[in-house]
């Protein structure tokens, strides 16, 4: 690879032609400060808080699109630099919404540390302002224009990583916000409520809908019987609420920390995962012996099933029925587990702990409940829970390990943990749907080929005499260009696993914030998907067929996979969504 050699703050540093100079500082541990800059998805130079000087050159750089050149010379700390990327940042104050302490990205807000950084300790400029917008209507996503500083990074990870692009500058001038096309609400446009705006977005101009206090409600409530219930991925994220290091695993001290909280029972979505698995297999398993609609395509996510709704509507046939599992766990909980144990299913309140702000919408379907009850009655975001650890004053890092309640729902499999990596649902199918086939114990149950963060990966197994040939996308527009490629023919298979968010659950929109700045040498993808499969590992059963608790439910309960209770309780239907509803455009 052609090098070139440049200096930066008189420190010589040779690095791969192409480079810019953010790059090449960072190679040289020199830091430059950023705001609108997200590596490989807004590069843009917009926001000007990355100026630096460059000899020669006529006026300040922006760092962070400028290409390096051999003999190139670059001040990043001079007086000039810093009274302009002092001025920029007084100038962005001066049309924000500046109520910090009672912001839900306290502490975690970009804007605030460079204000912090930069010594900024008042806004010299007039106290014109554009009046605010807050979208609070949908279930999982506030937008707040107030608190918006136009930086592009949500527009642009809508746009580009899930070529979905609700989102774009709309007005002009002082008066440019963004926001959905037609003016419409969150709630009327085409979103998945995927949460990656969120995540992108540096300050609190997009967040979760926040439900804590509906559960801290429940708690208080000596009638309510409150069961809470982790999905995988956020074992390997929540630790980063509390200093951790990303992808650290804190399985233990979760679980602790929810009992401390108060919840009557702490299960783990995992046990339900491996009653998808039973349920999802099982009817793969149907429709290539029965020549049912293949390829079947999983139904976990659902920011993917809304993509699919709005974007694929002749698609949904190719849907498994199922349920996702912290919605079937929700079905379960109010009905096994109410009959056993003399609880009126009337009095319980499944909350449900997800790496996903989809999941909140999930929950709110007309689908998704049985008798007439709420499978589940809300749902938290991993921030949400460190959120609310916090104010419970439970001390995290200092907590002792415990387990999940073990009554009835309380046994997981290793393949119920790997849900939350991109590939992982396929890798837990495999294992139940190889072994039922081949009829016999697998030797290697470790299917790697579907593991990593390749935009698409694909596997052709024969099993039980059988070719079963299958792909894993991960991210809608991953997942929109794997469907093409089955609808015109190019490819063919027997299953598909979609993800709505790339990486699968461990980057949902849910997630702690990282800085930008981490984001630049760190996959996330990667790191908190090790937590995953470290725990599978380690686990004494890592199939979900050989979990005995699923087995007991079948034999009390459920019968046997797909069975009529089953579908009862844990399978549902999809339909086709309208993009823009034509009464819900403002004129």
Not at 63 to 91: F, Q
Not at 155 to 167: A, H, P, R, Y
Not at 344 to 353: A, G
Not at 546 to 562: A, G, Q, R, S, V
Request: proline share 3%; glycine share 6%; net charge neutral.
């Amino acid at each position: 690879m052609e090098k070139v050699t440049l200096t930066i703050d008189n420190i010589k540093v040779s690095v791969p032609k192409g480079y810019t100079i953010l790059e090449a500082a960072k190679e040289a541990n020199i830091d430059i400060p950023t705001l609108c800059y997200l590596k490989e998805v807004n590069e843009v130079g917009a926001c000007r808080m990355c100026v630096v000087e460059v000899k020669g050159a006529r006026s300040l750089q922006a760092a962070c699109v400028h290409p390096v050149s051999d003999g190139m010379e670059v001040r990043t700390n001079s007086k000039k630099v810093r009274d302009a990327r002092k001025s920029t940042l007084e100038l962005i104050l001066s049309n924000h919404n500046r109520e910090c302490l009672t912001c839900v990205r306290n502490k975690t807000c970009e804007l605030q540390s460079l204000s912090e950084e930069l010594g900024i300790r008042h806004i010299p400029y007039g106290e014109a302002k554009v009046e605010g917008t807050i979208d609070s209507i949908s279930h999982s996503i506030v937008r707040d224009s107030s608190k918006c500083i136009l930086c592009g990074r949500c527009v642009n990870t809508c746009k580009k990583v899930q070529e979905i692009g609700i989102l774009d500058f709309v007005n002009r001038g002082f008066n440019t916000e963004v926001a959905p096309a037609f003016n419409v609400s969150m709630m009327d446009s085409p979103c998945i409520y995927c949460g990656q705006c969120i995540v992108a977005c540096p300050v609190a101009a997009l967040r979760e809908k926040d439900d804590i206090e509906k559960v801290w409600d429940a708690l208080s409530d000596e009638d309510t019987f409150v069961v809470a219930q982790t999905a995988p991925a956020v074992r390997a994220a929540l630790g980063e609420e509390f200093g951790y290091d990303i992808g650290t695993r804190v399985t233990g001290k979760m679980a602790a920390a929810l009992k401390r909280l108060g919840f009557h029972r702490v299960f783990d979505t995992n046990f339900a995962a491996d009653l998808t698995i039973m349920e999802e297999g099982h009817e793969l398993l149907a429709r290539i012996k029965n020549k049912g609609v293949l390829p079947m395509i999983t139904s976990c996510s659902p920011g993917w099933i809304r993509y699919c709704e709005f974007n694929h509507p002749d698609m949904l046939k190719n849907l498994s029925t199922c349920k996702s599992p912290h919605q079937m766990m929700g079905a379960i909980v109010k009905s096994y587990f109410a009959n056993n144990k003399g609880i009126d299913p009337k009095k319980i309140f499944v909350v449900s702990i997800m790496p996903c702000t989809s999941k909140k919408t999930e929950a709110m379907r007309d689908e998704m409940n049985v008798n007439g009850l709420r499978d589940v009655d809300v749902v938290l975001t991993t921030r949400e829970l460190g959120r609310m650890i916090k104010q419970g004053r439970i001390d995290f890092r200092n907590l002792e390990d415990e387990i999940f309640d073990q009554d009835l729902l309380g046994e997981y499999s290793g393949a119920g943990v790997i849900f939350g990596a991109t590939g992982g649902v396929m890798e837990a199918a495999l294992r139940t749907v190889a072994e039922v086939l081949e009829e016999k114990p697998l030797e290697d149950i470790n299917f790697t080929a579907v593991r990593g963060v390749e935009d698409i990966k694909e596997a052709k197994l024969k099993l039980g005499g059988i070719d079963v040939k299958v792909a894993v996308a991960h991210g809608t527009k991953t997942a929109d260009k794997l469907l093409q490629m089955v609808k015109s023919g190019e490819k063919e298979y027997d299953f598909i696993e979609i993800m709505g968010c790339s990486g699968g659950c461990v980057t949902g929109g849910g997630q702690p914030h990282v800085p930008s700045k981490k984001l630049m040498d760190t996959d996330v993808r990667v790191e908190r998907a090790k937590a995953l499969y470290e725990e599978d590992k380690i686990l004494p059963v890592r199939k979900s067929h050989e979990n005995t608790m699923i087995k007991k439910l079948y034999e009390d309960f459920l019968e046997h996979p797909n069975s009529h209770k089953a579908h009862e309780l844990l399978h549902t239907h999809y339909y086709k969504r309208e993009k823009y509803p034509k009464d819900k455009v403002k004129k």
